[in-house]
Nanobody, 115 residues
């Protein structure tokens, strides 16, 4: 089992910044891709950004140039720096880890961007 705990969500005005962090614990060996997903009310959960253990990243088109994902393999953490936030970024953000073909999820952290 992998436990993921997110932190850093909150309320911010449009144009502002937030940084989300996620700490992994438990059976953390062999964790491959880690990432962030989000789910707005009434919408499906969608990919925001992912990063491999080697540092290769991929972003949703909607956040490219504004969000940056990073990972510290020694500390078993993954972070998401979110700049130039927009009201449409409002959602619950979930940390994800893929280990041996199994997905693990954090409990989610709310990000609210006011206009």
């Amino acid at each position: 089992q992998v436990q993921l705990v997110e932190s850093g969500g909150g309320l911010v005005q449009a144009g502002g910044s937030l940084r989300l962090s996620c700490a992994a614990s438990g059976s953390i060996s062999s964790i491959g891709v880690m990432g962030w997903y989000r789910q707005a009310p009434g919408a499906k959960r969608e990919l925001v950004a992912i990063i491999t253990s080697g540092g290769i990243t991929n972003y949703a088109d909607s956040v490219k140039g504004r969000f940056t994902i990073s990972r510290d393999n020694a500390k078993n953490t993954v972070s998401l720096q979110m700049n130039s936030l927009k009201p449409e970024d409002t959602a619950v953000y979930y940390c994800n880890a893929l280990r041996l073909l199994r997905d693990f999820w954090g409990q989610g952290t709310q990000v609210t961007v006011s206009s």
